[in-house]
Every structure is written in structure tokens, then in C-alpha cells.
């Protein structure tokens, strides 16, 4: 039996548990009339329903970490004496010919007659595996459900026991989501770490020329490259802030209509039509930024006398502006309607306008969940990567003029790791180090965001 369809029947079995835990407390309660019930029949069978597929699940999950180790271990000590000598690079690369021998895919090379047996061994290995781990859950979860229904009794605590268990359960998560942050971390900081050892820190953050092309080979001819990463940065601002001043007043002004001006039919249509722009895909503002938008620019730029790149930091950044829209809108909207009316009410009654209630009292009340909005598309429009490769180009232009091609750090790191890269050479380790710095630089966006937020909130609530 497949792992995901033991996985899929051990949800099954937990709805099943459920009912059949809270079917039995109902009868206990009826049964014993006199003994007042601590908790409802619901907190009995999510009780059942727990412990009896917790330990199938911790099972399942042990085994699924064993199994690949202990099959390689097999395999490999079956081999031939001259081939389990090797070095583990070379056994590594045997051992995926055999597994993909044995799963059906393409090899590196013709098998020969210890990598078929080997495969063959694998697929037994594999069939014996899955069908210890489906026997051994069922037998865990049945023991488990049974003992869980001896416990089902008008006095049990199960309302305690099933919050103690979904707390832990949240406990978790959150561990896994710190965790998770912080491996990502460490694995961009240990690759930037390298990176560094091959270019200098400071030519890295002061540099002004940015030409990764560098020689893999020592017998290959190319580039030293120039690692210079203020131009990206510099294009990164440059697009990012002129989305902002698209988005910002835009996003801002529809909020305050839609909150505070529209009617409720007019709301209904309108919001809906407006949040429809954050699920348009990157790619369609990306060719609407290409074939339209860069166009009309250039075309306006000529009427006027300038001159405007086909591929200009303006037609991305308005684009990537208009995708950002909802973000702002949607979320200030959100938080203006949370101000209380009492609020509006003590300003009416003081005399002032609806403009004046806005402006002096609605937004201050409701600027922390405004820099919020504000900083969740700041995020979005550094991140934003296909609206800059087909409206902004890929040339690291250091400049502050909106007419010229630019390009910006998400970019870069999408062209090194494209194709055939070697992940020992400075070219591809520059992606690791711009990750790192575009990381420090959200960092600090959000503490600052959160410095702002603290102070307002306080102020106002």
C-alpha cells in the first residue's frame, strides 16, 4: 500500500473515530443520569479521534524517515565488493541509477547485471516497507482506539485533555515556522559565507558594476566579473518607488471611498471589481507592461522630446504599481471600517466635517493597519520578479532616471540560478549573497514598520 494512501486513511479513520468517541459519550451521559458530565459528546470524540490517530500518525512519520536509509543501506551492502568500495560520490550516483531503474525513469547509462538486481531488490524492499508500515498503523491505530473508547466516561476531563492537545498541536507550528525561518537563513548565510570568501564584502556592498560572467574552468575563457551590487539595489528602490507612488494614493483614496463615501450597493460592485487585479497572474501584467503600457511611454516621451527606453524603470514600476492596488486598498479599507463609531460619532458632535473626521480622526486611529498595507506591498513590489525581466530589461544600469532600462536584485538571482550553473564558482554564489542583503533589507523594513506601529497604537488606543 502507497504511503499517501495510508496517510489518506488515517484522516479517513480520525472522522470515524470522532463519531464513533462521540456516539459512546452520548450513551454513557444517557445511561448514567445521575453522574452531571464534565464535558459535551463533541470533546469525547475529538478525544477518540485524537489518540488514536496521534500514534499512527508519529508512527507514519518515523517510518517515512527510517525507510529511505535503511532500503540504501540494504541495497548497497548487496553489492559487488569492488563497486561498495567506491568513494560515496560515485555510490551515490549508482544508487540513483538503481532507483530509477526500479521506479521506472531514465538512467544515466545501460544497467548492468548488479544495477538490475539491485533494482530489483529495491522494488522488493520497497513492496516489503510500505506494507509493514500499512499493518503496523492499522494494528497502532486499532490499539489506540481502543484504549481511547475505554476512557470515554461522563466524568473524564475531555474538554481539558482536547484543548491541552490542540494547544500543543499550535505549539508546533509555530515552532516548525521559527525553525523553518531560521534554516532558511542559515542556509543563505552559509552559501554568502563562501560567496565572500571568493569577493570581498566591500566590493560587494560599494561596488558600482555588476557583470557576474566569470570562468568556470581554469582552460575556459571569460570574464573575472565585477560583483558590484548598487545597481541592483539602486534599480530594486527605483521600480519599488515608483510603484509606491501609484499604488500608495491610489490604494489609500480607493479605501477611503469604499469605507467611508460609497454606498452599499456601489461598495458591493465595486470592491470585488477592484480586488480582481490581485489575482491577475504576473505574467499578464508583465505582457500588458511590454506591449502596452512601455509603448505608450515611448511614444508619449517622443510627442514631449524625451527619450524613453522601449524597456524603462517607469513602465514597470506604474504596472507593478496597479498590481499592488489591492493590497493597499483591500487592507486599508479593512481597517478603517474597524475604527469604532464612536469615534466618528464624538467628532460629528464636536462639529466637525465628514472630510475633517477623515483626516484628523479616522486615519490617525487607523495608521497602524495603513503602514501595515503599505509594508505588505512594499514586500510584494521588491519581490516581484516577471513585470521587471519583460518591462525593465536585465541591464545593471546604475542611474536615477525613470526613462532608462534598470534591473533589480530578484532578477539577478533568477538569471544566476537558471540552467547549468556550478555552485562553486563566485557567479552562482552571488545569488546566495544578494538573497542575504535583500533579506537584512526587509528585515529592517519591517522593524521600522513596527516601530512606527508601536508608537501610533499606543498613542490612539
Not at 524517515?65 to 560515485?90: C, D, M, T, W, Y
Not at 542611474?399 to 557567479?427: H, R
Amino acid at each position: 500500500m502507497n504511503p499517501s494512501t495510508v496517510f489518506i486513511a488515517l484522516i479517513g479513520f480520525s472522522f470515524l473515530a470522532f463519531f464513533v468517541g462521540r456516539r459512546k459519550a452520548v450513551a454513557r451521559q444517557l445511561a448514567s443520569s445521575g453522574i452531571k458530565p464534565h464535558s459535551l459528546p463533541g470533546y469525547h470524540g475529538g478525544y477518540v479521534a485524537l489518540w488514536s490517530v496521534i500514534p499512527g500518525l508519529l508512527l507514519f512519520t518515523l517510518w517515512l524517515i527510517i525507510k529511505p536509509v535503511f532500503i540504501r543501506a540494504q541495497v548497497l551492502a548487496n553489492l559487488p565488493n569492488e563497486i561498495s568500495v567506491l568513494p560515496e560520490g560515485q555510490l551515490s550516483l549508482i544508487y540513483n541509477d538503481i532507483r530509477n531503474l526500479a521506479e521506472g525513469n531514465i538512467v544515466s547509462s545501460d544497467p548492468t547485471v548488479y544495477v538490475e538486481a539491485a533494482a530489483q531488490q529495491y522494488i522488493n524492499l520497497t513492496y516489503i516497507s510500505d506494507l509493514s508500515l500499512a499493518v503496523s498503523v492499522l494494528v497502532l491505530v486499532l490499539v489506540a482506539l481502543a484504549w481511547s473508547m475505554r476512557r470515554v466516561q461522563p466524568e473524564m476531563r475531555a474538554r481539558n485533555k482536547v484543548e491541552w492537545a490542540i494547544q500543543a498541536l499550535l505549539m508546533c507550528a509555530s515552532t516548525i515556522a521559527i525553525f523553518t525561518t531560521i534554516g532558511i537563513f542559515l542556509s543563505v548565510l552559509f552559501e554568502s559565507l563562501r560567496f565572500f570568501q571568493r569577493v570581498p564584502l566591500f566590493d560587494f556592498l560599494f561596488g558600482l558594476d555588476w557583470s557576474p560572467q566569470t570562468a568556470i574552468r581554469e582552460d575556459q575563457v571569460g570574464s573575472s566579473g565585477a560583483f558590484g551590487a548598487v545597481p541592483l539595489f539602486a534599480g530594486t528602490l527605483l521600480i519599488s518607488s515608483i510603484a509606491m507612488l501609484v499604488a500608495v494614493p491610489v490604494g489609500l483614496m480607493s479605501a477611503i471611498y469604499l469605507s467611508e463615501y460609497a454606498s452599499s450597493k456601489m461598495r458591493a460592485i465595486a470592491k470585488p471589481l477592484l480586488e480582481v487585479l490581485a489575482g491577475i497572474p504576473t505574467v499578464v501584467y508583465g505582457y500588458f507592461a511590454a506591449l502596452t503600457v512601455a509603448p505608450l511611454f515611448r511614444g508619449m516621451g517622443e510627442n514631449i522630446g524625451l527619450t524613453v527606453s522601449s524597456e524603462s524603470a517607469l513602465g514597470a514600476g506604474v504596472v507593478m504599481g496597479i498590481m499592488i492596488i489591492p493590497f493597499i486598498s483591500s487592507l486599508s479599507d479593512d481597517v478603517l471600517n474597524a475604527v469604532p463609531q464612536a469615534l466618528r460619532e464624538g467628532s460629528f458632535g464636536l462639529g466637525a466635517t465628514h472630510s475633517e473626521t477623515i483626516r484628523l480622526v479616522l486615519l490617525p486611529a487607523a495608521l497602524p493597519g495603513i503602514v501595515g498595507g503599505i509594508l505588505l506591498a512594499v514586500s510584494r513590489a521588491i519581490g516581484e520578479t516577471m513585470i521587471v525581466v519583460m518591462a525593465a530589461g536585465l541591464a545593471a544600469n546604475l542611474t536615477i532616471n525613470p526613462f532608462e532600462a534598470v534591473t533589480t536584485v530578484t532578477v539577478q538571482i533568477v538569471t544566476l540560478l537558471v540552467g547549468d550553473q556550478e555552485f562553486d564558482s563566485a557567479k552562482t554564489l552571488a545569488a546566495f549573497a544578494l538573497g542575504l542583503l535583500l533579506f537584512l533589507t526587509t528585515l529592517i523594513l519591517n522593524i521600522i514598520a513596527l516601530r512606527v506601529v508601536r508608537r501610533y497604537r499606543e498613542q490612539y488606543e
